[in-house]
């Protein structure tokens, strides 16, 4: 059984897998710091000094201060804020990835099509197309 798995986990596609979620897993970080730490900021400073990682709904009816305070307290909260950074995480990797497979697509040769099979021959004769099940021309009626 020990075998049989070492086999497994040595086949060419599972180790392929394995480094891509690794580099997904790398590439995540990196999107979410580009969204936190670049993208969000000037958006939120053009629309008035808005943190969208601080915006929530109360739901207990209780004001605090900020969400770390109502987290805090254990206040039951919706952070939407939270949910938009994560939207445009979502909406930046599967663009990127559009992207990148657009790409792949372009460089992958194509077969090409596979030619249909013939369906006429030339009459030997007179040189017209014929029919492949013909047994007589129907053009000069030499017999094939």
């Known amino acids: 059984m020990l075998k049989e798995f ?4 040595m086949r060419g596609n599972v180790l392929d897998m394995a480094v891509g979620v690794i580099i997904g897993a790398a ?3 990196i999107v979410t710091s580009l969204v936190n730490d670049i993208i ?3 958006i939120g400073l053009v629309l008035g000094r808005v943190d ?3 915006l929530y709904l109360n739901l207990t009816g209780t004001q605090y201060a900020s969400l770390a305070d109502a987290k805090t307290a254990g206040a039951a909260t919706i952070n939407y804020g939270l949910f938009l950074n994560t939207v445009l995480d979502f909406v930046i990797v599967a663009f990127v990835l559009f992207l990148l497979i657009r790409q792949i697509n372009r ?6 099509p ?3 099979a013939p369906t006429t021959k030339d009459c030997p004769y007179c040189c017209t197309a014929i029919p492949l099940e013909a047994t007589r021309c129907p053009h000069c009626t030499s017999e094939l």
Not at 6 to 9: C, H, S, V
Not at 107 to 112: E, G, H, N, T, Y
């Open 107 to 112: 460089l992958v040769v194509k077969p090409a």
């Open 27 to 29: 590439f995540g970080k």
């Open 114 to 116: 596979a030619l249909a």
């Open 40 to 42: 969000m900021p000037p």
């Open 52 to 54: 969208f990682g601080s």
């Open 6 to 9: 070492r086999t497994f986990a």
